[in-house]
Nanobody, 121 residues
Framework: HVQLVESGGGLVQAGGSLRLSCAAS???????????RGWVRQAPRKEREFAAA????????YYADSVKGRFTISRDNSKKTVYLQMNSLKPEDTAVYYC???????????WGQGTQVTVSP
């Protein structure tokens, strides 16, 4: 079983930056780093939407059109951690951001508890 813990959320003004982290624990050996990882967000009164994802090898990251060019996903397998660098934040980026892990991008088995990101105008 894998536990995911997000951190780094908070309140920021429009145009600012935040860096989210998601640390994995509870799995050992290759299993602990062989998962694809993703970030999914949910704004108030809206459904969850994909934001960014990365394969376990770290190549070819995927981004939603709404964040492309502003967000960067990366991972450090030695730390079992994935990051989401968010620049040029907009009020519409306000959401709870969830970290996810699974065997393939888009096929997530494990979820974190979420971290709140609030962008003020």
């Amino acid at each position: 079983h894998v536990q995911l813990v997000e951190s780094g959320g908070g309140l920021v003004q429009a145009g600012g930056s935040l860096r989210l982290s998601c640390a994995a624990s509870g799995a050992s050996g290759r299993t602990s780093v062989s998962y694809a990882r993703g970030w999914v967000r949910q704004a108030p009164r809206k459904e969850r939407e994909f934001a960014a994802a990365i394969s376990w090898l770290g190549g070819n990251p995927y981004y939603a059109d709404s964040v492309k060019g502003r967000f960067t996903i990366s991972r450090d397998n030695s730390k079992k951690t994935v990051y989401l660098q968010m620049n040029s934040l907009k009020p519409e980026d306000t959401a709870v951001y969830y970290c996810a892990a699974g065997p393939e991008v888009g096929e997530y088995t494990y979820w974190g508890q979420g971290t709140q990101v609030t962008v003020s105008p």
